[in-house]
């Protein structure tokens, strides 16, 4: 197996041995960059000075957790001097002075930042078409998309251009692209991981998280990234969790609950079998299995383009021109240049979210629209609690269908729709994962997703991680 195929722990244990060092590991991803980068586009910066850097200081952090290993970084997170413009004209030039918060863990933990990947503008949208700057293709077929917002991410970790990746997840912006290209996504529970230095969509909606080649990856980003931050007020305080405890075969008396309501929406009928194959295999190894009842997840994705679009609304009115970021040179007073810097600097799906957020704050229209919404949202949280009462699980496909072809979702109410077992989940603020569950008959992945209760992540990596060993899917990668 190539360098660039392996997985996180894989070079770990290689460097461990000496098989390999980081060095040579850093040389075959930058290698594999510059052989497929051209035809994947994941990265809108790549950083080679920072990883030689980084390199450098590589024998003071080795008994690190990812001392050596090299990781991407979704462009809508700050670093420190290097570019983060949230796949956008607005911010296409601008330098943060500071680190994120994860970006900062990652340092501390030793790994080796190659690049920031590409993304849908400021994380809205779901094949990652909409950034200001290129489009991202699918590895395992580049005519079609690798998800979104987080498609940069996901392309990179499935094409090895990195060893994993960290994206956001407002709506199911890790999730979908995840299962679009084949590897693991998982997003935490709200407020598990520091949101402090993410440049925000909505913000009580996003999510940071890892997107890994395996199980075991993402338990070891996790271990990595997690973690109470009091420079983000809505980061939670609790016990630091060790995630890979949860790395076992074991799902033997699990309560697993397959929502009917979902199951009965229209969708491929390849992904439904695949899906329910997986289900299967859980059962044969004695997780207990049962159908629920749920509110139709057509609900929440309503619910969710009203409240995420006026979250949006408010967060990018500080787009203005007069702070940082583009100012238009045409403009005869302030209003002017107000208008056209937004003008010039947004892209039609922001601009878009932008007006559907304004009117549905806007007098008149806000207890129709805004309030229904959110009284909407507790609904759909108490449905999520009440099942988790008796299941620990809740299993769902991930998306509608394998990768969508590139331009063939025109039509942004189709687009949306990607989303529709996914949006429930940030609706709620429980942490989900996908995983790779089998593959179409054009070869493209299909992703199953699992819910848990609020800080249920390690009963999610061990179901994954169980249904992972018994499919054996994940160590099939992409051919460019």
């Not at 497929?36 to 994941?42: A, Y």
């Not at 990607?418 to 179409?440: H, K, L």
Request: proline letters at 4%; aromatic letters at 8%.
């Amino acid at each position: 197996m190539n360098i660039y195929d392996l997985t996180i722990h894989e070079l770990k244990e290689k460097i461990s041995a000496g098989e390999l060092t980081p060095g040579e590991i850093k040389k075959a991803f930058a290698d594999r960059i510059n052989d497929v980068e051209d035809k994947v586009k994941s990265y809108i910066t790549v950083t080679y000075e920072l990883a030689e850097a980084q390199l450098k200081d590589y024998e003071n952090k080795k008994e690190k957790m990812l001392a050596g290993i090299p990781i991407a970084v979704k462009d809508n997170m700050s670093t420190d001097g290097i570019k983060t413009s949230c796949a956008s004209k607005m911010l296409e030039n601008y330098k943060p002075p500071y680190n994120a918060t994860v970006v900062e863990k990652l340092n501390e933990a030793g790994a080796v930042i190659l690049g920031k990947t590409n993304m849908d503008e400021f994380a809205m949208g779901s094949s990652t078409e909409n950034s200001a700057f290129f489009v991202t293709h699918n590895p395992w077929n580049l005519n079609h998309a690798p998800g979104g917002s987080s498609g940069g991410s996901a392309a990179a970790v499935a094409a090895g251009e990195c060893a994993a990746a960290l994206g956001s997840d407002t709506g199911g912006s890790i999730r979908q692209p995840a299962s679009y290209c084949g590897v693991v996504g998982l997003k935490p529970t709200y407020g598990m991981v520091s949101r402090y230095g993410l440049v925000a969509f909505a913000s009580s909606l996003d999510q940071i998280g890892p997107i890994t080649k395996d199980v075991e990856d993402s338990a070891i980003l996790m271990n990595v990234i997690a973690g109470h931050d009091p420079q983000d007020s809505t980061s939670i305080a609790g016990k630091k969790e060790d995630y890979t405890k949860y790395l076992k075969e074991d799902v033997s008396g699990m309560k697993i609950g397959i929502p009917e309501e979902y199951f009965n929406l229209e969708f491929d009928e390849e992904v439904k079998a695949s899906v329910l194959a997986a289900v299967e295999k859980l059962k044969e190894v004695g997780a207990e299995v049962e159908t629920v009842h749920m509110t139709d997840a057509s609900y929440a994705l309503a619910a969710y383009y009203v409240i995420a679009p006026a979250e949006a609304s408010s967060n990018l009115a500080r787009y203005d021109g007069v702070r940082y970021g583009l100012r238009s040179e045409h403009a005869s007073d302030v209003n002017e240049m107000f208008t056209n810097t937004r003008h010039e600097g947004f892209g039609e799906e922001v601009k878009r979210r932008i007006m559907i957020g304004t009117y549905a704050l806007s007098s008149g229209y806000y207890d129709a629209y805004y309030l229904k919404a959110q009284k909407v949202r507790t609904l759909i949280k108490d449905d999520f609690d009440r099942i988790f009462n008796d299941f620990d699980l809740i299993l769902t496909p991930t998306a509608p269908s394998t990768a969508i072809e590139l331009e063939s979702k025109s039509d942004p109410l189709e687009m949306y729709h990607t989303d529709i077992f996914t949006v429930p989940v940030n609706i709620a603020g429980v942490p989900a994962m996908s995983v790779p569950c089998g593959f179409d008959s054009s070869e493209m992945p299909i992703g199953l997703q699992l819910i848990g209760p609020h800080f249920g992540e390690g009963k999610i990596i061990q179901a994954a991680y169980t249904l992972e060993k018994l499919l054996n899917i994940n160590e099939k990668r992409a051919e460019l």
